[in-house]
């Protein structure tokens, strides 16, 4: 992934995506960012009803498939989790995790997909060394 679409994704104002599990510091400006990462990946994402906890937490425990840059990889979402310091059960800051069986891709923005679900694009942190598993922060306006 290039680093514009990085910003693209730190910048989305209404969907509110970081990328705080990497502990990389936000750009202090990113306007027209969401307009950059749309017209370089027409399959990007920004609709902020896309990244609400109730839609991911109603698909906990099911697969997705995490496409981009020629990869695609089957990962389940294992946890949809409150985010330290927010509102228990908050609709808009919470951190998805998600696992493989087959080490998956490098940290970036990647589209998840899965059937009757609105693909979505999310920045993806691996974890572990064997990148079988994943975080995607969700940090929505307060």
């Known amino acids: 992934m290039t680093d514009v679409s990085r ?3 730190i910048g989305v104002g209404a969907a509110g995506l970081a990328v705080g599990a990497t502990g990389v510091t936000l750009p202090s400006a990113v306007a027209g960012a969401p307009a950059v990462a749309q017209a370089t990946d027409p399959s990007y994402t ?3 009803s896309l990244y609400r906890r109730p839609r991911f937490a109603s698909r906990k ?3 997705f498939a995490l496409v ?3 990869t695609r990889v089957a ?3 294992t946890q949809v989790d409150d985010l330290e310091g927010d509102a228990a059960g908050s609709p808009t800051n919470f951190r998805l ?3 493989t069986t087959v080490a998956g891709p490098r940290q970036g923005t990647y589209s998840l997909r899965r059937k009757n679900f609105v693909t ?3 920045f993806v942190v691996p974890d572990d060394a064997s990148r079988r598993s994943y975080t995607a922060i ?3 306006p307060r």
């Open 7 to 9: 910003r693209s994704v």
């Open 97 to 99: 995790t998600f696992t």
């Open 120 to 122: 979505t694009s999310l």
């Open 46 to 48: 920004d609709a902020a």
């Open 75 to 77: 990962v389940r979402l």
């Open 68 to 70: 981009g840059s020629g």
């Open 61 to 63: 425990g099911r697969y």
């Open 138 to 140: 969700i940090n929505g």
